[in-house]
């Protein structure tokens, strides 16, 4: 089982108004302690932008990059998303980063509104992810497509008809897909063959459902604690797991718990703890438990 970290489970993200970021270096080496050998790129600026630096500060943790989120609008008929994804996949090329995970963007900067589309912007959206897929061969990289909260891909009808109407493999994050009416477990059960990476997260079932009522925005649910560690929460883990096993699955499960930073006594400079959970590098270490008990793993080092 290879198992990647994700610097998301230490609060860095690109959205706007999440928190403070934290700190690389303590980022990484904490992921080093934990015996991951393998993350996530992370938002925008968390690494340097250089391939072949980005390379070289990973190894100097014992850390190689395995995948990478890109967002980027695929529903607009005067917008083309071709040279930006064409960029992703020559970093990636260049950084030996195995997976571009696209999430179909409304355009905007917040997780917590977005657009229907119309059967035009359908048709577009479409379009552009044979043409990505038709690029993706020259670079040698795997494209998935993210179904995501906020993104224009995020409820179960949306997910089914990407299904149908492309080719396009899936990321499958347990954890945005529940949140988006979407059983992953079910997913699994007739669509393995369409998951090529996989994010990892548990989530309280309660609140997702309240995020889909419009009671409390994406953002608002994960500072209360929306994501949790893996066992922690609602997701059908054990059958998640098990079915991509059965179908032969054998890329990466990255660990995610979405967590937004906040000031420990109000201050700027105050140090941060997560709202409504533990402490970042005990939450992961209490996953990989989780993980390798689920796998029957118990010694095992993550991949």
Request: with cysteine.
């Amino acid at each position: 089982m290879r198992t990647a970290g994700a610097p998301i489970s230490w609060g860095a993200c690109e959205g706007p108004g999440w928190g403070r970021q934290p700190d690389r270096s303590q980022v990484l080496a904490e992921m080093r302690e934990l015996g991951l050998t393998a993350t996530e790129l992370g938002p925008a600026g968390f690494l340097p932008p250089s391939p072949t630096h980005c390379r070289s500060l990973l190894a100097e943790y014992g850390l190689r990059a395995v995948g990478g989120f890109v967002p980027v609008v695929l529903h607009e008929a005067d917008h083309d998303p071709l040279p930006i994804v064409r960029a992703a996949m020559r970093a990636f090329m260049d950084g030996e980063v195995d997976v571009v995970v696209l999430a179909a963007s409304t355009g905007g900067e917040s997780h917590d509104a977005r657009p229907e589309l119309d059967a035009v912007a359908w048709k577009t959206l479409t379009g552009n992810l044979r043409r990505i897929l038709k690029n993706a061969k020259e670079f040698g990289r795997t494209v998935t497509l993210h179904p995501h909260i906020g993104s224009v891909v995020e409820n179960r009808e949306e997910v089914q008809r990407v299904l149908d109407d492309s080719s396009m493999p899936l990321c499958l994050d347990t954890g945005h897909l529940l949140a988006g009416g979407t059983d992953p477990a079910e997913l699994v059960s007739h669509a393995a063959e369409r998951i090529a990476h996989v994010h990892l997260k548990d989530v309280d079932a309660a609140m997702a459902e309240r995020v889909r009522a419009g009671e409390l925005t994406h953002t608002r649910a994960v500072r209360n604690g929306l994501y949790r560690p893996l066992g922690g929460g609602d997701v059908n883990l054990p059958a998640v797991v098990g079915g991509l096993t059965a179908a032969g699955y054998d890329g990466w499960y990255v660990l995610e718990q979405n967590i937004v930073l906040e000031p420990a006594n109000g201050g700027s400079d105050a140090p941060r703890e997560p709202a409504g959970s533990g402490e970042p590098r005990e939450n992961v270490r209490e996953s990989l438990a989780y993980l390798r008990k689920l796998t029957g793993d118990e010694s095992g080092r993550p991949g």
